[in-house]
């Protein structure tokens, strides 16, 4: 498994990740609330710029990140198109990227421990109703984990089949893909079983 911590440090890994975590929540619900494609397209250039400021390095780590969301904009911006809404298509694009960049912001910039520590200090409250703090923060950390990890070898596959193949991969390498995450699935519950699995928080 891979972190999606930066490994180029800057001034906002030592921010306390609550305060992060919910200045990305009230920037969230902002671009939902904003209709106006000039101030989404202002606020989009300045994600960039808080990209652009740690250095190239930090830069091109966070554009890796955002990558894989170019499937999902050339989707929208030609179902549009074809619809006649262009105008519309770009704003959902805009606020799209926007919302996924600043979350990847406060990844990039912020421990998994330290994630998990606020979700923690958020839900327990509800252990008084029986909820099992362990397995929620087992569930976020495997869930934040893992899917960079399926992400590579779902790219892996595609680029086996096109080394063996000049027909484009599409839903042919859906079901290899389903066996993997379903053998690493099978690994990990292995590997929980054989340390004892999840106990149950005790109530005090």
Not at 43 to 69: C, I, N, Q
Not at 86 to 92: E, R, S, V
Not at 110 to 116: C, F, G, H, S, V
Not at 135 to 149: C, D, E, G, K, Y
């Amino acid at each position: 498994m891979i972190s999606l911590t930066s490994p180029v440090r800057t001034r906002a890994h030592g921010w306390p990740a609550g305060a992060k975590l919910g200045a990305l929540c009230v920037a969230s619900v902002g671009l939902f609330w904003v209709s106006d494609l000039r101030i989404m397209l202002l606020a989009a250039v300045l994600t960039a710029v808080l990209y652009a400021l740690p250095g190239r390095g930090f830069l091109r780590f966070g554009l890796r990140r955002l990558w894989p969301l170019w499937p999902f904009v050339v989707l929208i911006l030609a179902w549009h198109l074809v619809t006649g809404g262009l105008a519309q298509g770009l704003h959902i694009t805009v606020r799209m990227l926007t919302a996924v960049a600043l979350a990847n912001l406060v990844t990039m910039t912020t421990t998994l421990t330290d994630m998990m520590q606020v979700v923690r200090w958020l839900l327990h409250p509800l252990t008084r109703v029986g909820l099992n703090l362990r397995a929620v923060q087992l569930a976020s950390a495997m869930v934040i984990r893992f899917t960079p990890v399926l992400a590579h070898k779902g790219g892996a596959l595609a680029m086996a089949w096109r080394a063996r193949s000049r027909k484009r991969a599409g839903w042919r390498v859906i079901v290899p893909f389903m066996v993997l995450a379903l053998d690493d699935a099978d690994h990990v519950a292995q590997a929980l079983r054989a340390r004892g699995g999840i106990e149950m928080d005790r109530l005090s």
